[in-house]
Each structure stands twice: as structure tokens, then as C-alpha cells.
């Protein structure tokens, strides 16, 4: 086990973060397309010089730009994991995971034992002899998993290594990676989209957005009380910022009423986060004086069993019942009001 810092910056990204990770702790990184995620993960793998910065392993320095420093991709103990298992199609599975072993000077012998014995710990002995193109997708990345761990890397970073699986195959992998990463307490970053891989497999969440870190936390503060748009949508929760006022949240809907915080003062910049099912919609302005009323118009309706979430397109979201869809005749383009009492909102301070 060894922990993780990095300080660096890429000038021609606006990339600029700093960031410690604990030996043995699982960190899933999370933001929208572009945010800085994967130069994230190439600094550190290597793959990526920062313009400034170092990158700290145990008591390694794998990169330090005023030194001049920089350790080989090969030669860092860091093992990415991709979306695509990237298996060399001209070997078996066994000599695939056996590959890490042999490159780290191992004899042919001793490294195909060290490859057998991943194999097993991955419930995947059976496609030992097997080619790429033999194996499925589930199966193919159980083995670069085995070829990951192989390696005995003192880092693993896991970029979105369920989105190239299908729904029955992705569990399967998902919980191998938590029974691996929580037996051995490896240190890992996961980037990811998907909320039940921060679940199932992280201690701590981070969401990078325009090069920088914006929010880091615990996995259940995270998803509860989130501070960025990009968490609330991973959470499956609305959100709306602004500057907390006598009167309520002012944001760019509007005034929003709901359960302060204690330690949210007025001044201070805060999120109103509340769930999707907590909105009633309506067609025209609601009679009396509901305390939240938000004018907003559909951008789109998805249909969710017995369910319909309806998206605005200032990104806020609406669960209503199929049957007031319905009666509603709701479609994209059309006004409505979303309606939330008080409370059912938390205003939550983000800084």
C-alpha cells in the first residue's frame, strides 16, 4: 500500500490540481466529458508531462518538473485498466496475464505460475488457453484485471472499466474489483459515471470540472448533499446554487425556500438539493402560494416503468406518475411550473 500526491499542472489543458490519495483507499473520480479526468490519470500514470508539478508514490517521486524528473510509465508500479481490456490478440489469456511478470524480469516458468494464480483469484482459469477473440467482454476484462494485478502494481487506476460491458456482464467485474480492491487494500483511483461503481467501490469521491477539483468528500456526503451540478446528476438529485439571503436561496430561477443548514450563514454561497419525486408538476401556475414555483420548460420525458421523469431544460428533474404524464400531455418545448414544499429542500453551504 502507498499513498498518492500529486500537484501539477498542464498549462495547454487549464489543468490545475492537487490531490492525496490514502494508502489503501479507493478514490472515485467523477466529472462531466473534458472536466480533466483522464490528464488526471495520464500524469500520473506518466503518459502526460506536467508544466509544473510532482507526483509523489510512497516515498518515490515519480515526476518532479523543477528536478527535471520523471520516471518511465513502465518503471512506476501504476497499472491502468481501460474501458477496453486492450489483450494481446496473438496470446492466450495465461501468457496475456503472464506478459507483467515477464516484463518485470520474471522466467517463463515463474511468471506463467504468477499468471495462473491471478487467473484463479479472478474465477477465470478455464479461459487460460483461450485467445481474445475467444473470450467475451465480461471475460476479457477479467483477465486484464489478472494482468493488472500481476504486475503487483502499488497503484491501480480503473479508467471506466464497466462502460464497455453490458448490464448482465458489468456487476460481475464490478464486484470482483471490490473483493480485490478491499482483500489486498490496494490504492486505486476509479474514474467513472456510474453511480454504483462509486458505491460499490470507492471511500471517497472527487469531481474535477474545468481542470480543477471542486468538490471532495466522502461517497455519502457526496450523494446526499451535493456542491456541483455534475454530483447532484451522478446522485440522481436536482440542484440549484446561489447566495443564501434573509428571504431564501437566490438563484438564477428564482427565490428557493427550504431547511438551512446550521452552519450556512446568510451570504454564503449555497446549493438547494432536493430529489426528483419530491416535484409536482403543473400546466398552468398553481393557485395559493406554494413556497417553491419554478417556471421552467421540458427539454425532454423518459419513461421509467411505472414512472416518468421529466427533464427542464435548466437541467432540473420532475418523477411523476405515467398517469399524470399522462394527463399532463407533456412534450419537450412546452412551459410548465415545478412546485416543491420547503420541506422537502436542503440548502447546504458549498464552500
Not at 443548514?261 to 451570504?267: A, E, K, Q, R, T
Amino acid at each position: 500500500m502507498s499513498r498518492l500526491r500529486v500537484h501539477a499542472s498542464v498549462d495547454e489543458r487549464d489543468f490545475e490540481v492537487e490531490l492525496d490519495v490514502d494508502a489503501g483507499s479507493t478514490v472515485a473520480v467523477l466529472g462531466p466529458n473534458g472536466a480533466g479526468k483522464s490528464t488526471l490519470l495520464g500524469v500520473i500514470a506518466g503518459l502526460i508531462r506536467p508544466d509544473r508539478g510532482r507526483v509523489e508514490l510512497g516515498d518515490r517521486v515519480l515526476t518532479d518538473t523543477e528536478a527535471r524528473a520523471a520516471v518511465p510509465p513502465h518503471k512506476r508500479s501504476v497499472a491502468l485498466l481501460a474501458q477496453q481490456a486492450l489483450l494481446f490478440p496473438h496470446l492466450t489469456a495465461l501468457d496475456n496475464v503472464a506478459f507483467a511478470p515477464r516484463s518485470a524480469g520474471r522466467g517463463r516458468s515463474a511468471a506463467r505460475e504468477v499468471a495462473m494464480r491471478w487467473l484463479k483469484d479472478v474465477d477465470a482459469v478455464e479461459f487460460a488457453d483461450r485467445t481474445p477473440h475467444q473470450l467475451s467482454g465480461g471475460q476479457a476484462q477479467r483477465i486484464a484485471v489478472a494482468r493488472a494485478l500481476a504486475a503487483d502494481p502499488e497503484l491501480l487506476l480503473l479508467d471506466e472499466p464497466m462502460a464497455a460491458l453490458d448490464v448482465a456482464t458489468a456487476p460481475a467485474v464490478r464486484s470482483l474489483l471490490r473483493r480485490v480492491l478491499r482483500e489486498d487494500r490496494r490504492t486505486a483511483l476509479i474514474v467513472t459515471h456510474d453511480p454504483l461503481d462509486v458505491l460499490a467501490l470507492a471511500d471517497r469521491v472527487v469531481v474535477v470540472d474545468g481542470g480543477r477539483i471542486v468538490e471532495d468528500d466522502t461517497v455519502q456526503r457526496v450523494l446526499t448533499r451535493p456542491r456541483s451540478a455534475f454530483a447532484a446528476r451522478i446522485a440522481g438529485t436536482n440542484l440549484l446554487g446561489g447566495a443564501l439571503e434573509a428571504d431564501g436561496l437566490a438563484t438564477e430561477v428564482g427565490l428557493v425556500h427550504g431547511l438551512v443548514d446550521d452552519d450556512c450563514p446568510s451570504g454564503a454561497a449555497a446549493a438547494a438539493v432536493f430529489p426528483p419525486s419530491a416535484v409536482a408538476v403543473y400546466t398552468e401556475p398553481p393557485h395559493g402560494s406554494p413556497r417553491n414555483t419554478l417556471r421552467v420548460t421540458v427539454g425532454e420525458i423518459e419513461a421509467r416503468g411505472a414512472t416518468v421523469l421529466v427533464r427542464a431544460s435548466s437541467g432540473l428533474s420532475a418523477e411523476i406518475t405515467t398517469a399524470a404524464a399522462v394527463d399532463l400531455t407533456l412534450e419537450p418545448g412546452v412551459t410548465v411550473w415545478f412546485v416543491v414544499k420547503a420541506t422537502e429542500i436542503r440548502i447546504h453551504r458549498v464552500v
